[in-house]
């Protein structure tokens, strides 16, 4: 069958997370870019659809395209490496420390966003022809969104800092289970499925996602929008990084592990 119950998966996400911590600094930090960038073209991909149809759930159902994509190419997110690589270390694999797993995090942190940002900088030449022109209706709402999503947080302060907090332990709850989806079949369609399902719900709730983020904020930056880049790092991307690392493992990493993995003894029947 193309599905594979819990405990295949289950360990199968134990085997991918071992997998990643030996990977070569240049392959891991290549897959980052890589990831990085689709990830922002998918998030320029589902903004354009809102503002051409003005309806935003068309922007969420098509936003997992690229999500799909870097995932079905091999590329890794943040968000994903998060989830999978401390349960190489909590099951002990052989050879795995914490300090390679921070390591191997700030590697892919790194590689995704330089490739969002190579994004960011090259769709705000196309929008400005070669920064000619303002950057037109989509330009102006991408920028509106960094604005909204750090003066808009700042406005309530620490009400606003817990409140960008659980969008982001939220958000990876659900970017998470995406990542998990891909290794629950064996087909490329089935694997498509499951992914789709918890990356349109995240898109759609307006949760906040560090890779994400990653390309909307310098783009903004880069088209004049009214915020600064210590608006940017404390009022979204550290705060949204931590949600991230928090909600991933916790809420599926950890789960999964000990209930799928770690089952605990069946109890006997009187």
Not at 139 to 165: C, N, Q, V
Not at 217 to 239: K, R, T
Request: glycine share 12%.
């Amino acid at each position: 069958m193309s599905y594979l119950v819990p405990s295949e998966f289950a360990t199968k996400m134990v085997d991918a997370g071992e997998s990643k911590l030996t990977m070569a600094t240049r392959d891991a930090l290549i897959r980052a870019y890589m990831a990085g960038a689709i990830l922002a073209l998918a998030a320029v991909f589902a903004v354009t659809v809102t503002a051409q149809t003005g309806y935003p759930i068309l922007g969420a159902m098509l936003f997992p395209v690229g999500f799909c994509i870097l995932y079905l190419m091999g590329f890794d997110l943040l968000t994903g490496v998060f989830v999978l690589t401390p349960l190489a270390w909590f099951d002990k694999r052989p050879g795995v420390t914490l300090s390679g797993i921070l390591r191997h995090w700030g590697v892919v942190f790194v590689g995704n966003f330089l490739g969002a940002l190579t994004v960011a900088l090259l769709m705000a030449i196309v929008f400005t022809y070669g920064f000619s022109t303002d950057g037109g209706k989509i330009g102006e709402m991408i920028s509106h969104i960094g604005e909204d999503r750090t003066l808009g947080y700042k406005e309530y302060g620490a009400a606003g800092m817990l409140t960008i907090f659980i969008r982001g332990v939220l958000c990876n709850w659900m970017v998470s289970l995406g990542v998990v989806g891909a290794m629950i079949s064996t087909t490329v369609g089935g694997k498509v499925i499951a992914m789709w399902m918890p990356i349109m719900l995240f898109f759609a709730m307006g949760f906040e996602h560090s890779v994400v983020n990653m390309f909307l904020f310098p783009f903004g930056l880069i088209m004049g929008a009214d915020f600064s880049i210590m608006d940017y790092m404390i009022w979204n991307e550290l705060p949204v990084v931590l949600g991230n690392l928090i909600g991933g493992l916790t809420l599926t990493g950890l789960t999964l592990y000990t209930t799928h993995v770690k089952t605990a003894p069946k109890r006997a029947f009187p």
